[in-house]
């Protein structure tokens, strides 16, 4: 026994002094070779299509008196259309941060309106998420070795080629590696951004075969892009964020066939479909005037980069929402699809719904969800909120598929981040109500003061809370048990179990909801 004991203590030994020789390693590797600083450009007057008509809009008496635009986009549609139309119309720069871009047809779409942009002689800068990037490093070299695009990857491995390798790394810097940037932008000229919870990939952007999101982005005009610009630099500059070309190499003439490549996708079979959807949909002026809410008091917020070398994560965005949220008199929505309220998220929200506040939360469902592990750190806290006064709503996996979806069979799971504070405040952005968002990730949002925008955000919780759309959760004080309601064929329906949920993912959740893991969910 003492010899076993013995050799556990020495190879844990060993491998924390291999983990902080890894870190201190890491840390002079990731200093050597930092990028050149660069910063946002200064839009122009009327150099660029972008600039003449968002001055013209910029000229109305809440442009002069300064008040941000903004415009809300829950169609995936349109989603896409705005970031696709935006880069069309840049003349000078684009500046794209993102957690996630997927190598699926909608990201190489994207990925080719960047590649044509540099082609006219616009600037791109491009900053994901290394854990967001995933094996994609042969296209972001190739998309590197334009002379106007720069790719730059956020806490990022060493270890690029072979999963063993990269493996090994991350287990030895573990405690750096889980901290990642969840942030989402995509900006124009300085002129548009177009800030909230859409990463980029097909699930996003209604072209997933099996599955797509329902989610929310602001489009954005006015001072409130420059902040979002002030943010983008602040991350591209951070010394985290480390030239994809500082860690792999480009192929010869990577980039020449990436264009091929790219030209071939959008007169192909498997682009037709989405393009004349796309096609069919909105232009640019209607993507920018499209109910445009003038805004007084819009303001990105946003954690520092330097949150991912913290041991112990400030919430510095949750400082800035917490006096937002507990400023509520009549009514808190909130819209969160991974939800794990903790202990002093429970009683923060009861001691509201005590107060008279009407509570109401929408996250996923056990079904609608692609990630089983955090509903399990959500479940446990269901009882205590709706005994408490909380109303909970969980989406379900058919909700939409037809409108919003170019697949009608897709299966719906919610990605929207967003909240609403009486008829006063809202905020869309990347943020989730979860222990992860909170301390590990980095965020964002943009927080705003329009009555319009928060009615027409009210209606669409109003809709997406629907018993069409997802399920009412209920306390049954007699039998102790959750129920949920729902409409099928009209019809109210009630269940006693997690509605539509497989045996897997009822195991994962529950197994998950056993263990000490919600400060990682």
């Known amino acids: 026994m003492r010899r076993w004991l013995g050799w556990t203590f020495a190879v844990a030994v060993a491998l924390v002094a291999m983990s902080l020789l890894s870190v201190a390693a890491y840390g002079r590797f990731a200093k050597r070779v930092q990028g050149v600083p660069s910063y946002a450009l200064p839009p122009g007057e009327a150099v660029t299509p972008l600039d003449r008509r968002i001055n013209a809009l910029l000229d109305s008496p809440e442009g002069r008196a300064g008040h941000s635009g903004l415009a809300m986009l829950s169609s995936n549609l349109d989603a896409f259309a705005a970031r696709a139309l935006s880069a069309r119309g840049a003349g000078r720069s684009l500046d794209l941060i993102y957690y996630i ?11 080719a309106e960047a590649v044509a942009a540099a082609d006219r002689g616009v600037r791109v800068r491009l900053l994901l998420d290394d854990i967001g990037a995933g094996s994609h490093d042969p296209s ?41 940037m969840h942030n ?14 859409r990463n980029v990939g097909d699930e996003y952007f209604g072209a997933g075969e099996r599955t797509f999101f329902r989610d929310l982005d602001l489009l954005a005009l006015g001072p409130v892009v420059d902040q979002t610009e002030g943010m983008f630099d602040a991350y591209w500059n951070s010394p985290a964020a480390l030239p994809i ?36 949909g909105v232009s640019l002026p209607d ?34 929402l917490l006096p937002i949220l507990g400023s509520a008199r009549v009514r808190l929505d909130i819209t969160s699809p991974y939800f794990v309220p903790g202990e002093q998220g429970t ?39 709706l005994q408490g006064g909380v109303a909970l709503f969980e989406l379900r996996p058919s909700a939409g598929a037809v409108r919003y979806s170019l697949y009608g069979s ?30 590990l990730n980095t965020e964002m949002g943009i927080v705003f003061d329009s009555p319009a925008l928060i009615a027409e955000m009210g209606k669409l919780f109003a809709l997406e809370t629907a018993p069409d759309f997802s399920y009412r959760v209920h306390w049954d004080a007699e039998t102790g048990r959750l129920r949920w309601t729902a409409k099928e064929d009209g019809q109210l329906i009630q269940l006693d179990r997690e509605p539509g949920a497989p045996l897997l993912k009822r195991l994962i959740a529950r197994v998950v909801s056993w263990l000490p893991l919600e400060s990682q969910l």
């Open 245 to 280: 070309a500082a860690l792999a190499r480009a192929e010869d003439h990577a980039l020449a066939n990436l264009k091929h490549q790219l030209r071939q996708l959008a007169d192909s079979d498997e682009a037709r479909p989405y393009v004349e959807r796309v096609r069919q």
């Open 184 to 197: 989402k932008a995509w900006i124009a000229d300085g002129r548009v951004a177009i800030v909230g919870g």
């Open 410 to 439: 897709s299966s719906a799971s919610l990605h929207t981040k967003a909240f609403t504070v009486d008829d006063r405040e809202g905020f869309i952005g990347s943020l989730n109500f979860d222990p992860r968002s909170f301390s």
């Open 347 to 385: 009683d923060a929200l009861v001691a509201l719904a005590g107060r008279g506040v009407a509570v109401s939360v929408l996250t996923n469902s056990l079904a609608a969800t692609d990630v089983a592990a955090v509903h399990g750190g959500y479940a446990p806290y269901r009882p205590r909120l």
């Open 140 to 180: 972001l070299l190739a998309l590197d070795a334009h002379p106007l695009i720069e790719v730059r990857l956020f806490n990022p491995t060493r270890a690029r080629a072979g999963n063993l390798r990269r493996g090994i790394e991350m287990v030895l810097r573990a405690f750096s590696i889980t901290r990642r």
């Open 101 to 111: 871009w997927k190598r699926d047809l909608t990201g190489r779409l994207l990925m």
């Open 287 to 320: 993507l920018l005037t499209y109910h445009l809410h003038w805004c007084p008091q819009a303001r990105l917020i946003t954690d520092p980069p330097e949150k991912v070398f913290r041991k112990q994560g400030d919430n510095w965005l949750m400082h800035e």
